[in-house]
């Protein structure tokens, strides 16, 4: 695992606002924010200049708002996506699931306190996706059939789903629960660290870029249900 900080970049119309999340994640030993971004516009053009890790995105802001420019960044055609933590005053389903299909791997309130903030950008710079387990199970659930990127519409997906091996079957359906690593390594009496390599194999198996694509799939394919 490479030593580098995580590259950050900060985007919010708020200048008192940004100016916290700079003073946060500087303060981190294994951060390092590399740009801000008072608008839409601007976020995409600091993104593609400076290459972040993980781009801290608001939702409403002028000019062009967080959701597109999150499509912008890390939508389904982009080559290589920063991960975008997508941080709002708005608890609204919509606004989940429009972040999520654009390409976001995270979703945070702005009022979470600032170490479920710093939490959140190491989270979905791992490739793991950011909702607690009872939303995901919510939202998910609700919106698995909407929810559509072009990588998981591809015809012949769910025999993909069928060719994975059990445990690997297994772990998929831990990460649609909500599971973190190492929670699924506890359920399933296993390393963190095989945890890892099972989640790599099925990513890379069934073509997805990250864990939230996952959780659409076993949704979508019925490995798990809104009901389980």
């Given at each position: 695992?490479?030593?580098?900080?995580?590259?950050?970049?900060?985007?919010?119309?708020?200048?008192?606002?940004?100016?916290?999340?700079?003073?946060?994640?500087?303060?981190?030993?294994?951060?390092?924010?590399?740009?801000?971004?008072?608008?839409?516009?601007?976020?995409?053009?600091?993104?593609?200049?400076?290459?972040?890790?993980?781009?801290?995105?608001?939702?409403?802001?002028?000019?062009?708002?967080?959701?597109?420019?999150?499509?912008?960044?890390?939508?389904?055609?982009?080559?290589?996506?920063?991960?975008?933590?997508?941080?709002?005053?708005?608890?609204?389903?919509?606004?989940?699931?429009?972040?999520?299909?654009?390409?976001?791997?995270?979703?945070?309130?702005?009022?979470?306190?600032?170490?479920?903030?710093?939490?959140?950008?190491?989270?979905?710079?791992?490739?793991?996706?950011?909702?607690?387990?009872?939303?995901?199970?919510?939202?998910?659930?609700?919106?698995?059939?909407?929810?559509?990127?072009?990588?998981?519409?591809?015809?012949?997906?769910?025999?993909?789903?069928?060719?994975?091996?059990?445990?690997?079957?297994?772990?998929?359906?831990?990460?649609?629960?909500?599971?973190?690593?190492?929670?699924?390594?506890?359920?399933?009496?296993?390393?963190?660290?095989?945890?890892?390599?099972?989640?790599?194999?099925i990513l890379t198996k069934l073509?997805?870029?990250?864990?939230?694509?996952?959780?659409?799939?076993?949704?979508?394919?019925?490995?798990?249900?809104?009901?389980?």
């Open positions: 695992m490479s030593d580098a900080p995580i590259r950050v970049l900060v985007c919010d119309d708020q200048a008192l606002v940004r100016t916290g999340y700079v003073t946060i994640f500087s303060a981190q030993p294994d951060m390092e924010v590399v740009g801000e971004a008072g608008n839409g516009h601007e976020a995409v053009s600091a993104a593609q200049r400076l290459h972040p890790d993980v781009v801290v995105m608001d939702i409403r802001m002028p000019l062009l708002d967080g959701i597109e420019a999150t499509r912008k960044l890390a939508g389904p055609e982009v080559v290589e996506p920063p991960k975008v933590l997508v941080v709002t005053t708005f608890n609204v389903d919509a606004y989940v699931y429009d972040a999520f299909r654009a390409g976001a791997s995270g979703f945070l309130l702005k009022d979470s306190p600032p170490a479920e903030l710093v939490a959140g950008i190491r989270t979905v710079a791992r490739g793991e996706a950011l909702l607690a387990p009872t939303v995901t199970r919510h939202l998910i659930g609700r919106f698995a059939e909407r929810l559509r990127p072009a990588d998981t519409a591809r015809p012949g997906r769910a025999d993909l789903v069928r060719a994975l091996t059990a445990r690997e079957l297994e772990v998929l359906e831990l990460i649609a629960e909500g599971l973190s690593n190492a929670e699924i390594a506890a359920a399933l009496f296993i390393s963190p660290e095989t945890v890892k390599t099972y989640v790599s194999r073509g997805l870029r990250d864990r939230v694509q996952a959780v659409v799939l076993a949704y979508r394919v019925g490995l798990v249900t809104a009901a389980d």
